[in-house]
């Protein structure tokens, strides 16, 4: 039989080994507790971390450039010849297709985005909503190689068909189907702010006798304004920075114009034009490609910049 000591000692033993599991699992949590916010703050670095590779990639290799090629003539020239005996590096032709394909393309988002926006928020039925915003932004989940194409081979041949003076490559379809693509990203963004704003609101000018239009437009809008804004922004930065279809579907020709029937090149495919193999590594051509590459960085971080100072400055808080 067990005596009373034997007992004793091994009630003993069994609170040791508790202990000894109890220290174990508080120096594990300890650690996971030291380790965690740690690792949390690496993947949170990663972006960071990306954004500095870019930047001194593409400053490196750009100031490589202005060493052969003075800052001046490249900001300030309108000849775009890289491939020529005598090359010119002007970006300003590059500008001219990028602004004008973008304000196309504000055009056609702009209106049809808000407006949308307008009728999801102020005017659908919970059911419609419901059914009509997926529907929407299903455009957005389209390839833009796709969105190129349909430019190319459906919109540029209806264009000309009812205006045979444009050109087989030009600035206006792309433009066009760029405003298209980007109709989502405004509808939506303009949507969310417009549901933001308190219903309060919109009963207390209904019930001053405002109609349901006068409602929306002197009230629920510049209530929303800042995120409205915010999407237009947001939107001119995704025409800025597309590439796929203005390759595809405005042509090659560097030309500093603004006529919107004429083949223009933007900033976007010259980087893929270069990029495609023709330019020698170290050549004055391949570092051309990083200047323009430095300066679409620089056009598109201010734009994103621009748009969170009026999200802030025009903000409403309720």
Do not use: C, H
Not at 117 to 137: G, N, Q
């Amino acid at each position: 039989m067990a005596t009373s000591s034997d007992l004793n000692n091994t009630n003993a033993v069994q609170i040791r080994d508790m202990i000894e599991q109890k220290k174990k699992k508080k120096n594990l949590f300890n650690f996971l507790e030291k380790a965690v916010p740690v690792l949390l703050f690496l993947f949170a670095a990663i972006s960071i971390l990306t954004t500095i590779g870019i930047i001194y990639t593409l400053l490196s290799e750009t100031i490589e450039f202005f060493k052969v090629v003075p800052m001046i003539e490249f900001f300030t020239g309108t000849v775009l010849k890289p491939m020529s005996q005598n090359p010119e590096f002007g970006v300003l032709p590059l500008l001219a297709g990028t602004v004008t394909s973008s304000v196309i393309a504000m055009l056609v988002a702009g209106p049809i985005g808000l407006m949308a926006a307008i009728y999801l928020s102020e005017y659908a039925s919970d059911k419609v909503r419901r059914v009509l915003k997926p529907l929407l932004e299903v455009l957005a989940g389209i390839p833009t190689i796709v969105y190129g194409f349909f430019a190319f081979t459906f919109v540029t041949p209806l264009i000309r068909s009812i205006w045979p003076e444009v050109e087989a490559t030009n600035i206006l379809s792309p433009g066009i189907v760029m405003g298209i693509m980007i109709i989502p990203m405004i509808a939506s963004l303009s949507e969310d702010a417009m549901t933001s704003v308190p219903n309060s609101m919109r009963e207390g000018a209904l019930a001053l006798g405002a109609t349901k239009l006068e409602s929306t437009f002197k009230v629920v809008i510049p209530a929303a304004l800042s995120g409205i804004i915010a999407s237009f922004v947001l939107g001119i930065s995704r025409a800025i920075g597309e590439t796929m279809i203005v390759t595809i579907a405005s042509g090659s020709s560097k030309n500093f114009s603004f006529d919107i029937t004429q083949s223009m090149q933007t900033m976007t495919a010259y980087i893929v034009e270069v990029s495609g193999g023709e330019a020698p590594a170290g050549s004055t051509i391949y570092y051309s490609l990083y200047a323009v590459a430095m300066t679409l960085f620089v056009f598109t971080l201010l734009m994103n910049l621009l748009a969170r100072y009026i999200s802030r400055k025009f903000r409403e808080e309720y």
